[in-house]
T-cell receptor, first 117, second 115 residues
Framework: GNSVTQMEGPVTLSEEAFLTINCTYTATGYPSLFWYVQYPGEGLQLLLKATKADDKGSNKGFEATYRKETTSFHLEKGSVQVSDSAVYFCAPGSSNAGGTSYGKLTFGQGTILTVHP | EPEVTQTPSHQVTQMGQEVILRCVPISNHLYFYWYRQILGQKVEFLVSFYNNEISEKSEIFDDQFSVERPDGSNFTLKIRSTKLEDSAMYFC?????????????FGPGTRLLVL
């Protein structure tokens, strides 16, 4: 099955700093790739996604590019805010050989981000 | 905006008791999932459900677990005889078959505590 290696945290940054959270994965086929975010006391929210190689997902200033050759999907943001403090999860979906199955997600261990004013 | 809802938000139960966690997926979605997150650990897949049957399940999803879609709106997870190690946050998710079909949308979770 799929596996995910996600940058360990916690990550502590000052407001307006640059953020990178690394994510690499192993998977059969070419799965869709997702970043989910969990704010304190809340559930999982989709942050961004990419469904094929070289696609860039973006949302709320966050970006991640589907790199097939390095099997990576690193999350970046140019200038973080205090409100970005949360836990971030990288998650490839599953795919069959034809790449048309959108089954279970395999989550990384999560990276806790704390942004100070 | 449509969203997945879950009830209850918190549940405390005694070891050996049965619990039923309820989810209302987004109305036009056809694929349903349960995941769990033990405190401080990563989110783990339990089971997926489509067309009134289980399409995939993990090793965690043993005979003590079952899922059901009793009507057109609810999707339930039953744990027959809870153990201490079942204490976790349980998330329901759903996805559509059409536009945006690759994305799973999650509910807010049910925090289960087994004493």
């Amino acid at each position: 099955g799929n596996s995910v290696t996600q940058m360990e945290g916690p990550v502590t940054l000052s407001e307006e700093a640059f953020l990178t959270i690394n994510c690499t994965y192993t998977a059969t086929g070419y799965p869709s790739l997702f970043w989910y975010v969990q704010y304190p006391g809340e559930g999982l929210q989709l942050l961004l996604k990419a469904t094929k190689a070289d696609d860039k997902g973006s949302n709320k200033g966050f970006e991640a590019t589907y790199r097939k050759e390095t099997t990576s999907f690193h999350l970046e943001k140019g200038s973080v805010q205090v409100s970005d403090s949360a836990v971030y999860f990288c998650a490839p979906g599953s795919s069959n050989a034809g790449g048309t199955s959108y089954g279970k997600l395999t989550f990384g261990q999560g990276t806790i981000l704390t942004v100070h004013p | 905006e449509p969203e997945v809802t879950q009830t209850p938000s918190h549940q405390v139960t005694q070891m050996g008791q049965e619990v039923i966690l309820r989810c209302v997926p987004i109305s036009n979605h056809l694929y349903f999932y349960w995941y769990r997150q033990i405190l401080g650990q990563k989110v783990e897949f339990l089971v997926s459900f489509y067309n009134n049957e289980i399409s995939e399940k993990s090793e965690i999803f043993d005979d003590q677990f079952s899922v059901e879609r009793p009507d057109g709106s609810n999707f339930t997870l039953k744990i027959r005889s809870t153990k201490l190690e079942d204490s976790a946050m349980y998330f329901c998710a759903s996805r559509s078959r059409g536009f945006d079909r690759e994305t799973q949308y999650f509910g807010p979770g049910t925090r289960l505590l087994v004493l």
